[in-house]
């Protein structure tokens, strides 16, 4: 069986795609008509307006996981870019849960709704989105630090995610590639904020302290090959490849896929080509992927065989 065959069947788990990422141009445009937005006036999410518009885009990323064999999907929104432009919370938040009670009815996708606090506008507002995040404890299960990697993030946000901790929420981080003070930022997250996850977070290769931190806590790296290399021209592979061999538990996302050209399947081809991945590999990027997710203990079970069952049937043609 050939690989690129192999990651197309395989069960998978997407545990990094930001939503406002995976606006695709055929819904941008008919987004864009329905709301009267010219959508070369400005950004791409200004076409998102109503409910409505949330649970479609929801609903088409959805579709397009399942379709790639996804299982269980936690995906992260940008909360304050739409407050900012007189959304209402809920309507982003119920619009996102809809889409997903549908996805989980219909298509058998299991998806965690992510706030992603976006450190590159006024910490204020950030504040104001996980306030307003409290009230949907039953629909968001996590929050997340996103956006570019500023050197001074962990220490500024670090109060804010305490609190988010102690409201429930499970914590993320972006600890981006090749950004600024990498190691200094990847170790105030992991020591002074105690992240669940990093997303990308590959740097920590380049430093014994932060790797050894990493596998002693089983922290999870949320790696993506295809947004890395269309945001920096480097996709990490070699680098992602070495973790996974090290023992690190990385698991493959699709960051934003609309942009960069590809979700779960892509991504995991593109990695499997460029590192050379073996078939034992691939099957562990998904038992990693989990494994650090924050899905519940049934969701966990029915994924782990469905995949069991997956190399069992597959063994005799690899």
Not at 73 to 96: I, K, N, P, T, Y
Not at 300 to 305: G, K, P
Request: hydrophobic share 45%; with cysteine; net charge negative.
């Amino acid at each position: 069986m050939e690989h690129a065959a192999f990651t197309a069947g395989i069960p998978k788990v997407e545990l990094h795609l930001h939503l406002e990422g995976a606006l695709e141009p055929d819904l941008e445009r008919e987004l864009a008509r329905r709301n009267g937005v010219d959508p070369a006036r400005g950004t791409a999410v200004e076409v998102l307006v109503t409910r409505a518009d949330f649970h479609d885009l929801a609903a088409a990323c959805f579709r397009r996981l399942a379709a790639q064999d996804v299982r269980h999907a936690e995906v992260s929104f940008d909360a304050q870019v739409h407050l900012a432009r007189g959304v209402a919370f809920e309507d982003v938040v119920l619009g996102l849960h809809d889409a997903a009670a549908q996805a989980r009815r219909d298509l058998g996708l299991s998806v965690g709704l992510v706030l992603s606090l976006v450190r590159d506008l006024p910490l204020e507002s950030a504040e104001a989105a996980l306030e307003a995040a409290t009230g949907f404890r039953e629909e968001i299960m996590g929050v997340g630090l996103g956006s570019g990697a500023r050197d001074d993030a962990p220490a500024a946000f670090a109060p804010l995610l305490a609190r988010a901790r102690a409201a429930g929420f499970a914590l993320s981080a972006h600890g981006d590639p090749a950004r600024g003070d990498a190691p200094g930022h990847l170790r105030r997250l992991l020591e002074d904020v105690g992240v669940d996850r990093l997303d990308h977070g590959t740097d920590v290769a380049g430093d014994p302290r932060l790797l050894a931190l990493v596998l002693e806590r089983g922290t999870g790296l949320t790696c993506s090959p295809l947004s890395n290399a269309a945001a920096t021209g480097d996709s990490r592979a070699p680098v992602i490849a070495d973790l996974l061999r090290r023992g690190v538990k990385v698991a493959v996302g699709s960051g934003r896929p609309a942009r960069s050209g590809g979700y779960a399947t892509e991504n995991v081809v593109a990695l499997t080509r460029e590192a050379d991945l073996t078939f034992d590999e691939i099957i562990r990027l998904q038992r990693n992927a989990i494994e650090i997710s924050w899905a519940g203990e049934q969701v966990r079970e029915e994924f782990l065989a469905e995949l069991d069952a997956f190399e069992v049937l597959v063994a005799p043609d690899l």
